[in-house]
């Protein structure tokens, strides 16, 4: 990628400054890790049987904990290291709620976790076409994000998607069959094609989540389709809004606090004070197409706020 800075009609390209050491990366990133990836930093340099993670963290809207990886290097396995990662951090759960309640003198409960959610982040200035191609499957719980440092102390993160509906369980070989697969019965990475194929879900539910999403979309090129186990979230900074595909309507939950949202028609219900699946205070279930509009009006104000925060 190539970036300039606009003068009248005039573009200046702004050169790189490329890292010299995996350090400065890390440093970068645990520093302003909540800015980065909504998440909690745990600890650094965290050791376990002979292995050594560059960072923990911790995910507080999926409940479990993400390890953060950096590299410089192209000559590496992401699956080999991440598929080790994974199984050392499950077959260890009670080091990890240990070691967070200490660093954070807070309170986790085994039970609280879910480490179906668990997964690792790999960043790294550059990831090889075959590093990339080896993760290219629908069910690997791993991200790749590419780092770049600029002049005029510009910071660049691009996260490399994948777009395969393949499992990796098809393609393992006899001796990587006994890590992955076990890693694959516990870990789970959820796709939007998983709410999408449930049979309970009519047909017109999921049209109407279709022509909604379009509507979402069009609001802007900043914003991510984040599917999780019970429901959709459209994220800009964070969710603004999170969308559950049920039998006969698409149950909606805007993020804005108790207080902070226009609704003159009063369709929303408050669940501040009671417990549910998506973000936000508000929530609201919609069945018709006739809907939408007022349904955007009230999505608008929470992407806007994120826009204005």
């Known amino acids: 990628m190539k970036l300039f800075i606009q003068e009248k009609n005039q573009l200046n390209l702004i050169r790189s400054k490329p890292f010299n050491l ?15 990836f909504d998440l909690e930093f745990v600890k650094s340099e965290m050791s376990i049987g002979g292995f050594r993670f560059d960072t923990l963290c911790y995910d507080f809207e999926n409940n479990s904990f993400v390890i953060i990886e950096y590299k410089k290097g192209s000559s590496y396995s992401v699956i080999d290291q991440g ?36 997964r690792i ?3 790294s200035p550059k990831f090889s076409e075959y590093q990339k191609t080896s993760i290219n499957f629908k069910n690997v719980p791993f991200e790749l994000w590419e780092i770049k440092r600029f002049e005029n102390g510009l910071i660049g993160f691009d996260k490399h998607l994948t777009n395969s509906e393949e499992s990796i369980d098809t393609f393992t070989t006899e001796i990587e069959d006994t890590v992955v697969k076990k890693v694959s019965q516990e870990v789970k990475v959820h796709k939007e094609s998983d709410h999408l194929g449930q049979s309970r879900v009519s047909q017109e539910i999921k049209e109407l989540y279709q022509e909604l999403k379009k509507r979402i979309i069009d609001l802007g090129d900043d914003i991510d389709v984040v599917p999780r186990s019970m429901y959709i979230g459209f994220k800009r900074d964070t969710n603004f809004i999170d969308i559950k595909l049920t039998t ?25 004070q009671i417990g549910h699946y998506g973000n936000g205070d508000y929530d609201l279930r919609v069945k018709s197409d006739t809907d939408l509009d007022y349904l955007m009006f009230l999505i608008k104000q929470s992407y806007k706020k994120q826009e204005d925060s």
């Not at 995996?22 to 980065?36: P, R, S, T």
């Open 22 to 36: 995996e350090k400065e990366i890390q440093d970068l990133v645990e520093q302003n890790v909540e800015e980065l």
């Open 83 to 118: 598929y080790t990662y994974l199984s050392i951090l499950l077959n260890n759960k009670s080091d990890f709620i240990l070691e967070y309640n200490e660093t954070k003198n807070n309170l986790l409960k085994r039970d609280g976790i879910d480490w179906s959610q668990s």
């Open 121 to 123: 982040i790999f960043i």
């Open 248 to 272: 006969k309507s698409l149950w909606c939950w805007i993020n804005m606090k108790k207080g902070e949202l226009d609704d003159p028609n009063e369709l929303c219900r408050d669940v501040s």
